[in-house]
């Protein structure tokens, strides 16, 4: 076997250069990784491969007026059909950009509300791969592929443009093409997957149902259950430093309970620094009980100067900067992350009793620790920032509300409330501790540690 494994963004340098994926892989097979790693840093994370595995830069991809259009008609089209939550809020947001930009958004809505059915959806998918395919990045795949001769094409996130001309490559060439679907919400809050793979890797039963719905045109057989390699650090123990060691590290009490306060990007979650607020006056004025400490985690796309207010207003907060390198500020796929955040993140779920976050997939890696989290509920500003109460928007996701449906974590939907439950799980972290297990069976579709084997094996078979 001889894969050809794209890596478009940092996350996917996250769940398969830095876990085990990559070394699971490159011991049983020819490895070519296409990648955005800046040559400055690719040192960094070929080193430990001693030369298995082939580094090569992704190809530029620069779309024509057309494609742009047929790029984004497909997602209208996608948002206009499927119509979730989230996709028809999608719908209602402005378009940036230069006039060119904005005419060519309008052509699209036109265009995609009139395609929004799987059989012209699928007409449209062709129009854009036929007009993409005269972009020279495809040739240029063509040529690499035929000198490598990959058995099969591995993308670790379905949803980036710059993968379309491999894998349009790759189906010239008769090579079987696989994506890994990248989170948990990609499916029904995203627009249309970026190019018509021949196969799909999903976390869980869960997720394949949710596939099969919204792309009514994939077979079933198709579809594999691997988990996610996102989490698998979790399993192992290698990673953990003893209680005393982290907390020392980031400068904090091991004899007092720990709540990390989770960030998300500033557009999802623009009130972050004013509900984290909120925690640290509680816990100052005594309303939070046990003297508890926060470490703030800001997303790794944030570069957190947000915070600092809070950071001085409460000397007492504890930041824990994610280790991501920003190699082209303002564009998220290119913030990319360093080999020790792996580790950090591993013992911060580890070692914290609680996790405080606004609907992030961080309930997902505290819960698989058993750790309970409190989701902010409320609105700071007045009217609210996206224009209805946040618990009628954000917690209305159709991937959210399983969390919410399972009671697997615990809504502040006023201040108040939010300090009681705070209150509740450091006296008591066993609350609710089957619906975290019944939310983690349903989202996480393999035990922690065996994803990226799974993943493997799939890719074995599909090169036979």
Known sequence: MHCALLIPDGVGVRNFVLGRFLCDLSSQAAVSVFHIIP???????????????????????????????????????????AKTTSMRHNLTLPVKGSWRTKAAHRTARVTGRLAASPRRIKALEAAHCKASSQSPAVARYEELFEQIRPT?????????????????????MKIPTATFIFSWDNITSKGRIAAPFDH??????????????????????RIHIVGTPQFDPYADESLLWPRE?????????????????SG??????????????????????????????????????????????????????IVAMPAWTHTRPGEWSRVIPLPEDV??????????????????TMTLDFGIHDKPVVNVAFDVANPPVFGLPVWDF??????????????????????????QHVNDYLENPSLDRDNRRRLMDMQVGAPLGESSRRIVDVLRELSN
């Open 39 to 81: 040559p400055e840093l690719l040192e960094t994370y070929s080193a430990p491969f001693h030369g298995r595995v082939n580094w090569e830069p992704m190809q530029p991809y620069s779309e024509t007026p057309l494609s742009f259009t047929l790029r984004y008609s497909l997602s209208y089209a996608q948002m206009y059909w």
């Open 245 to 261: 060691d982290f907390f020392r590290r980031i400068g904090a009490d091991p004899e007092r309970p720990l709540i990390c306060y």
């Open 394 to 419: 954000s917690y209305k996701f159709e991937h959210y509300t399983n969390v919410v449906k399972l009671g697997a974590a615990r809504f502040g939907r006023s201040a108040g409330e939010f300090v």
């Open 264 to 317: 998300g990007d500033t557009g999802n979650c623009p009130e972050d620094q004013d509900h984290l607020r909120v925690l640290m006056q509680a816990i100052r004025e005594g309303d939070i009980r046990r003297s508890p400490q926060v470490v703030l985690r800001p997303c790794p796309v944030d570069d957190g100067c947000r915070y600092m207010p809070v950071k001085r207003d409460y000397p007492e907060l």
């Open 152 to 172: 099969v094409l591995f993308c670790s996130h379905q949803r980036p443009p710059e993968v379309l001309p491999a894998v349009l490559a790759a189906r010239r």
């Open 200 to 221: 799909y890797l999903v976390w869980s039963e869960h997720m394949k149902r949710e596939l099969l719905k919204y792309y009514p045109d994939v077979n079933a057989a």
């Open 343 to 360: 580790a950090m993140l591993a013992n911060l779920t580890h070692h914290c009793d609680l996790n405080v976050n606004f609907g992030s």
